[in-house]
């Protein structure tokens, strides 16, 4: 009984750098890679410290401004869905109450209500439209509820982590040549793919090191695309 009731009761909302998580690594990660993909390939196109240093800010703030929009316009998108499902939920129970309450039924009856347990449960949500609602809406549609509350903090999030993910891989071409600086750039934009990997992994499910190892291999490979790109168009390093 406590373990299926416990399916009824909300998800507690998250707060500080736990709710934060998967704004900062979308747009670490992704600022990271990107600016590392347009960095290498303008590197290898051109030697010119200036050319790769603008390219490089570009992309940073190019990348920044477009993540942060997304997550704003992806989330409020989200949302809209959401509560436009939750409307079209409390017009079927107001005209299809019959319908809606043996979904209620099947619900309850897949957490192992039976007899007459399971019709007091039943008759209980039925007087409840709120909880009848939720119940629907996670349990039949498998919906989570999204809030247009705090959509621009997270876009600023996003945004910022953006920045900083690109960061990582620019940097060392403000004191380095760019042949060293390249090198540089891998390694530590591996080291950041593979310490972000490795703590998401920990405070979430997973394996550490083959999380971060898997983050570091595919965000290399896929900046490595743009030194390849950038090498048909550019000279041998001097």
């Known amino acids: 009984m406590a373990a299926a009731g416990s399916a009824l009761v909300p998800a507690r909302e998250s707060h500080g750098l736990g709710a934060r998580l998967s704004e900062i690594i979308l747009g670490g990660q992704d600022g990271l890679v990107n600016t590392l993909g347009v960095i290498l390939g303008v590197a290898a196109a ?18 920044s401004i477009s993540m942060g929009a997304v997550a704003y316009t992806s989330s409020l998108a989200n949302a809209d869905f959401y509560h436009a499902q939750m409307a079209r939920e409390r017009r079927e129970i107001k005209e299809m109450p019959d319908l809606e309450r043996q979904e209620i039924r099947e619900i309850f009856q897949g957490w192992s209500f039976e007899g007459e347990l399971l019709d007091k ?10 909880h009848w609602v939720d119940i629907m809406m ?55 793919l593979f310490a972000v990997g490795y703590f998401k992994a920990r405070i979430t499910v997973g394996v550490p090191a083959r999380s971060g190892l898997q983050m570091m291999v595919i965000g290399i490979a896929s900046a490595l695309a743009g030194y390849f790109i950038g090498s048909l168009f550019g000279a041998p390093a001097s």
């Open 46 to 63: 051109s030697q010119d410290i200036r050319i790769i240093i603008a390219g490089g800010l570009a992309a940073t703030f190019a990348e």
């Open 138 to 192: 996670a349990h039949e549609l498998e919906l989570q509820p999204v809030k247009n509350k705090g959509l621009l903090k997270t876009a600023l999030w996003v945004g910022f982590s953006a920045v900083i993910g690109s960061l990582i891989p620019l940097s060392p071409f403000f004191f380095l040549a760019p042949a060293q600086g390249m090198i540089v750039a891998l390694v530590l934009s591996a080291l950041a």
């Open 121 to 130: 449960v039943v008759e209980h949500v039925s007087q409840h439209e709120a």
